[in-house]
């Protein structure tokens, strides 16, 4: 890994966005797509571990988990989730795809439990399913349960009855990329996908103040953003799911919560490339969802400055504080991916974000 060690001089005491980021070992940090969970004064972040070489997506390795008590340095935890061995036909197969992992702590069970989004080895993006993982320990290893695609069977709350009735125009189809030849609603993509779940890619995961945790993915062919509540246990779906943004083809989205309003980050429908991103805020997390624009301002804002959106970071003790978590995908070697890590600001009723070459918490 030769490239990725970094000069190991020390400790990092600032954010450098796109820079390498040494780990505790002077290794430039594998834990792409990522997100990031809290707990007992650390911060553990889960990524997908990317390998040098690799064109882009496929997992050999699985989710690397690392931790920090201060964000800027972070200590290797090791691989949280592993694929599992070539040729043993699981799911999770080294050669699946395994991208945007996140963790959420369930108080009840008390379990760590990961999301991902899930293509079986060998069918591309054609399998849209959610894996769920679940371990005692925060850093794993995690126990891999199985990948489902959502909602089998279940209307989302607010899917217009006169669809439920029509047939759908997407059966058997396969669209390539991201084009739908028609509006996803006059295709009736969720009609097509009602008995076999919904398509879920790019993803993240929210717990809300109360406990109740949701998912919120790419679904109908990436068109529509569905947000599901899990079960108690979080390790399932209760049925309940809406749609926002139909047919604006939103990825990568990110939400988070201040001061009682939810807000949504996401980026447009253009793989690997930078494009701008989009905004949203509602008063509650079912909507209504009200699009505020690309959150970024400056210079390379309409490419997320050469990033993707994959998390915003409550910063613990400040409330109202929110990071910026961004991948700067290198598709050509994507070990070699960088963090754009940048400050959330709040401006009347929305929040920007502004390139910083070096910043600190303060
Ligand atoms: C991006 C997506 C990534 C990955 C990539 C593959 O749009 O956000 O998670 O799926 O496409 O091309």
């Not at 997100?35 to 989710?63: M, P, Q, R, S």
């Not at 959420?104 to 991902?116: G, L, P, Q, S």
């Not at 069918?123 to 769920?132: E, V």
Request: net charge negative; proline share 5%.
């Amino acid at each position: 890994m030769a490239i990725l060690s970094c000069s190991a001089n020390g400790k990092n005491h600032s954010f450098k966005p796109g820079e390498l980021w040494p780990d505790n070992n002077g290794v430039h940090i594998n834990a792409h797509g990522g997100g990031i969970l809290f707990e007992k004064g650390k911060y553990y972040w889960f990524g997908e571990h990317k390998t040098e070489g690799e064109k882009g997506n496929v997992a050999n390795v699985g989710v690397h988990c690392y931790s920090s008590k201060d964000l800027y340095n972070w200590k290797d935890e090791g691989i949280a989730l592993s694929v599992a061995p070539e040729g043993s036909g699981s799911d999770i197969e080294r050669g699946c795809i395994l991208e945007r992992p996140k963790v959420i702590y369930n108080e009840k069970t008390k379990k760590y439990v990961m999301y991902f989004h899930l293509e079986p080895k060998g069918a591309g993006y054609t399998g849209a399913l959610s894996g769920i993982a679940v371990s005692d320990k925060v850093c794993g290893p995690y126990q891999y349960l199985k990948a489902v695609r959502p909602n089998a069977g279940y209307w989302a709350v607010n899917y217009p009855d006169e669809l439920k009735e029509k047939s759908s125009k997407a059966e058997g189809l396969r669209f390539p990329g991201d084009r739908l030849p028609e509006h996803p609603d006059s295709m009736n993509i969720v009609k097509r996908d009602f008995g076999k779940g919904q398509m879920a890619r790019d993803m993240n995961l929210f717990v809300d103040e109360d406990g109740t945790a949701y998912h919120i993915y790419s679904s109908e062919e990436n068109s529509t953003l569905h947000i599901a509540q899990l079960t108690d246990d979080y390790l399932n779906y209760t049925g309940k799911y809406a749609r926002f943004f139909i047919g604006r083809f939103m990825e990568a989205p990110a939400l988070f919560k201040k001061d009682g309003k939810y807000y949504l980050m996401m980026s447009g429908c253009t793989g690997w490339a930078p494009n701008a991103a989009r905004s949203a805020v509602a008063d509650s997390i079912f909507g209504k969802w009200k699009e505020l624009g690309n959150p970024c301002v400056g210079e390379d804002a309409d490419l997320t400055f050469h990033s993707q959106s994959t998390y915003i970071l409550p910063v613990q003790g400040h409330p109202g504080k929110f990071i910026y978590l961004g991948d700067r995908w290198t598709p050509e070697n994507a070990i070699d991916g960088r963090y754009i890590w940048l400050p959330v600001e709040f401006e009347g009723n929305r929040f920007v974000i502004r390139w910083k070459e070096e910043w600190r918490l303060e």
